[in-house]
């Protein structure tokens, strides 16, 4: 039977061996690298639980975990805050029961209201899962005029919209550029700004793994930016913003065809465009892409509640909160919001 143990912060050793599994092991995503569990402690202080199973001496699964608590959102043992995918990631059952017995155990120990894993893919059938969110995932063509045709005609349209209009990509060395339109575009939509630390710890943990992509009209005027994560052979879009001059120009659809386009040259085989809440308009946005939902499997072991956690923009009760939110000046809201977005994950 496997063992259950748990990687230590310091552990740079233990570290390697954990993304040595994490790389070769199909369940895993980007957000089973063990560089989140620094991330997380330093800057959003977060305990973390990093649970590994251990066969014969070998690692066959891991399972990250983080401790949230915040007066405003609850108490939650999560798989993994600020991540779309996590959950177990193992090479049998036997090892992907041993880690879940081990976190609902923890989880009765630290006395959390309900443990939270974010599967791809239902695992029990028993336990009440979140049923907001899908994913949307395409297999990029080996050609770059093939994936410009693959986009639906409209959608395509808007793209050369943007070539039309002598638009230009950058890649940038570091968060500038990016969090000055992330912010203000977060602060637009009246939620909180994630601190730029944040993205500056996720360029020096990952390194080349995390890159920003950033438009400029013909002028150098900066309209819109992407912050991207690269795992194996995927290319995963994660953080974005835009000014408000970016849809009049189709920048933002430029941006992403540029990004898909760079992809293709690089030789990767997936464009991972993220998650989304069903009935938004980015859902919308995505599926106008040629992108087909998938849904994700949030599933909850509930001790001390009785249902499903709602800690999303589309709950009422948020909703004078988020109007409050846009009232307030862009440089207050950037001091202030990451005392409160590090408790929503």
């Known amino acids: ?50 649970l590994l199973a251990r066969t014969d001496g070998r690692i066959t699964g891991v399972l990250p975990l983080a401790h949230v608590k915040s007066w405003l959102f609850g108490n939650a043992l999560t798989s993994l805050p600020f991540a779309v995918y996590g959950g177990v990631a193992a090479e049998d059952e036997a090892s992907a029961q041993a880690l879940e017995h081990e976190a609902q155990a923890l989880a009765k120990q630290l006395a959390v209201p309900h443990l939270e894993l974010r599967h791809t893919a239902r695992r029990h059938a028993d336990w009440p899962e979140q049923d907001l969110y899908v994913t949307f995932r395409k297999e990029l063509l080996p050609d770059e005029e093939a994936n410009m045709l693959a986009i639906p005609r409209k959608q395509r349209a808007m793209v050369r919209k943007g070539i039309k209009n002598g638009l230009k990509s950058e890649i940038d060395a570091g968060v500038e550029r990016f969090f000055a339109l992330y912010a203000d575009n977060v602060h637009r939509h009246g939620t909180p700004a994630l601190p730029r630390r944040y993205f500056t710890e996720l360029q020096r943990e990952f390194g080349a793994d995390v890159e920003v992509l950033t438009v400029t009209d013909a002028q150098g005027r900066v309209l819109s930016s992407v912050l991207s994560f690269y795992f194996r052979d995927e290319v995963l879009p994660y953080y974005a913003g835009d000014d408000e001059a970016a849809r009049h120009l189709a920048a933002n659809d430029f941006k992403y065809w540029e990004l898909m ?85």
Request: hydrophobic letters at 40%.
């Open 1 to 50: 039977m496997p063992t259950i143990e748990r990687l230590a912060p310091a552990d740079v050793r233990g570290a390697a061996l954990w993304d040595a599994f994490v790389l070769a092991c199909p369940q895993a995503t980007f957000f089973h690298r063990a560089g989140w569990q620094r991330i997380l402690r330093e800057v959003f202080r977060h305990d973390t639980h990093y």
């Open 261 to 345: 386009r760079r992809s293709c040259a690089r030789g990767l085989k997936v464009f991972d465009y993220g998650r989304s809440k069903q009935g938004t308009g980015s859902f919308a946005f995505k599926k106008n892409w040629g992108f087909e939902p998938q849904p994700l499997h949030y599933e909850y072991r509930l001790y001390q509640r009785d249902t499903v956690p709602q800690n999303n923009p589309a709950n009422a009760k948020y909703q004078l909160m988020i109007k409050t939110w846009r009232k307030l000046p862009l440089g207050l809201a950037n001091w202030r919001g990451p005392f409160v977005v590090r408790s929503l994950g």
